[in-house]
């Protein structure tokens, strides 16, 4: 399942991912986050549900400090959703895989 997350490896990468994806959603998370291992499943899931539509990454901030500071990365984890490479949606901690769901809908729809 877990195959279909980009583990994004440079600034680089990311850039150019958010570029050329209509639709990327990003998980900024840490190793040593255990908020961020209770919402993997649910990230897996959503990479698995919507492998046609969407694009998911996962960002480690302590690799990547550099898009944690772009991005106002202040707590995580924090699931960022882009459109046509700029923000459209913001969800901050723990949520159920519905609200995922509900605003991947409202954006793909």
């Not at 944690?68 to 990365?73: A, D």
């Not at 700029?86 to 509900?102: D, H, N, Q, R």
Request: net charge neutral; aromatic share 8%; glycine share 2%.
């Amino acid at each position: 399942m877990a195959e279909k997350i980009t583990y994004v490896n440079s600034t680089e990468d990311f850039d150019n991912l958010i570029a050329k994806e209509k639709l990327v959603l990003v998980d900024f998370w840490a190793v040593w986050c255990a908020p961020c291992r209770m919402i993997a499943p649910v990230i897996e899931k959503l990479a698995d549900q919507y492998s046609e539509k969407i694009t998911v990454a996962k960002v480690d901030v302590d690799k990547h400090q550099e898009l944690s500071i772009r991005y106002g990365i202040q707590s995580i984890p924090t699931v960022i959703l882009f459109k046509d490479g700029k923000i459209a949606a913001k969800e901050i901690g723990v949520k159920p895989l519905i609200s995922f769901t509900k605003l991947l809908d409202s954006h793909i729809a």
